[in-house]
């Protein structure tokens, strides 16, 4: 366990956070109080974060879309949630390596309508070679429609109602980008009416001053339990890993085993073919002579 250098906070082992009520669900909470999150040294690298010493991974929002921004391999949407502060919500890019511009195209909106200066007649796109594009002038790109993804399972997600003025409540993961606090989509759902957005604001601000802003406390009995159970959990999973690696093992015993019983069936029965082989040029060569040959 490890406490707060400022606080009297108690930081509980990881095997602990199953106890927590916020670790597995989809905890309330505002834009401005995810900013307020925190990472501690000694859970590097767990993807989990902290507020006050609960460990939150999970979060759900509701607020206004007011931007959305197009980058390399995702989707940007900055929301806004009137608690103070605003936040980037990530939905990543299906990757499809087909999805590139074509050549052609470019060449056709590239030259449409444009006059050829020597002749004066109209540059033909399907003509046109390479070689006619200045050395600083790029095709314009003919990309395919952008399919989004998921976060954690990458399933496909239509995220075209999500424009900028939808009131709209996600679901996400944490992440950061250059010390800044994301969300990355789980899953989304339009807000239709007032009374639901009141009602989650309710909900969040309640969630606020109930769970979060006190401190989880565990007894010792109650960590001393966590622990065994993990540690039940530790020896069943060596346990699985165990019987598995000897079911393997059976299995490559039990190949090899068949394999040695099919080359001694073949070898008999090539012995076998080998004596009848060598009874019938026996009768063969008792015929040739019985004929005078």
């Given amino acids: 366990m490890e406490t707060d250098n400022n606080e009297t906070l108690i930081f509980y082992p990881a095997f602990c956070f199953k106890a927590s009520p916020t670790h597995f669900t989809w905890v309330k909470i505002g834009a ?18 902290f507020y006050n010493n609960h460990p939150v991974r999970f979060v759900s929002l509701l607020g206004l879309i007011v931007e959305r921004k197009e980058v390399y391999q995702r989707t940007i949407l900055t929301m806004d949630d009137s608690s103070g502060a605003i936040i980037e919500v990530i939905v990543l890019h299906k990757f499809d ?33 390479w ?18 993804i998921t ?11 999500l424009q900028p003025g939808s009131l709209v409540r996600v679901k996400g993961i944490l992440g ?30 309640r969630f606020l001053l109930e769970v979060l802003s006190v401190p989880w406390v565990l ?27 000897m079911r393997a093992r059976k ?33 063969g060569q008792m015929v040739m002579r019985r004929f005078g040959f």
Avoid: C, W
């Fill in 32 to 49: 401005a109080d995810v900013h307020r999150l925190r990472k501690i040294g000694g859970f590097v690298g767990q993807k989990v974060f």
């Fill in 176 to 205: 950061t980008f250059r010390n800044m606090m994301q969300i990355h989509l789980e899953r989304f759902e339009l807000v239709a009416d007032t009374n639901a957005e009141m009602q989650f604001l309710d909900e969040r601000l």
């Fill in 251 to 283: 299995r490559v015993e039990r190949e090899e085993k068949d394999a040695r019983t099919i080359a001694r069936r073949y070898e008999r029965e090539e012995k076998a073919r080998e004596r009848q082989l060598g009874a019938l040029r026996e009768d």
């Fill in 97 to 129: 390596p087909s999805n590139r511009p074509s050549g052609t195209e470019a060449r056709k909106d590239v030259h449409q309508g444009q006059i050829n200066i020597f002749t004066g007649e109209p540059i033909d796109a399907e003509k046109t070679p």
């Fill in 151 to 161: 976060a954690t399972d990458q399933h496909e997600v239509d995220i075209s109602s």
């Fill in 131 to 148: 070689s006619a594009f200045s050395a600083t002038e790029r095709p314009p790109l003919q990309l395919k429609k952008t399919v989004h």
């Fill in 219 to 245: 007894t010792d009995d109650e960590i001393e339990s966590l622990r065994q159970a993990a540690e039940r959990g530790d020896e069943k999973v060596l346990e699985d890993k165990r019987r598995a690696q």
